[in-house]
């Protein structure tokens, strides 16, 4: 016996082999992908990288300063404590 969910995958998805003798084959044989997409692709790929690591060195020298201003005013207040 089939699970309910497969007779439901069943009915969405085509069986593949339809697809390749059917009335879509004649279309995919036809058609002509565009390969310089994937170059596009390539370089926005590379671009987000370069961001993505722009953005890590900016958030990790951002931290430091946080951590230092922190240890500043903990001094600070340290220091105005010993005076009381």
Known sequence: MRNTWM???SRI???P????NG????????T???LSM???????????MN????LEKITNQRDAQKQKCGGLRKQRL??????F
């Open 17 to 20: 082999l339809m697809l390749m």
């Open 7 to 9: 007779v439901s995958l």
């Open 23 to 30: 009335p879509h084959a004649e279309k995919l044989k036809n």
């Open 13 to 15: 998805m085509p069986d």
């Open 51 to 54: 961001r993505a690591n722009d």
């Open 38 to 48: 994937l170059k596009e692709y390539k370089r926005r790929a590379e671009e987000y």
């Open 32 to 34: 002509k992908p565009d």
């Open 78 to 83: 340290d220091e105005f404590m010993a005076g």
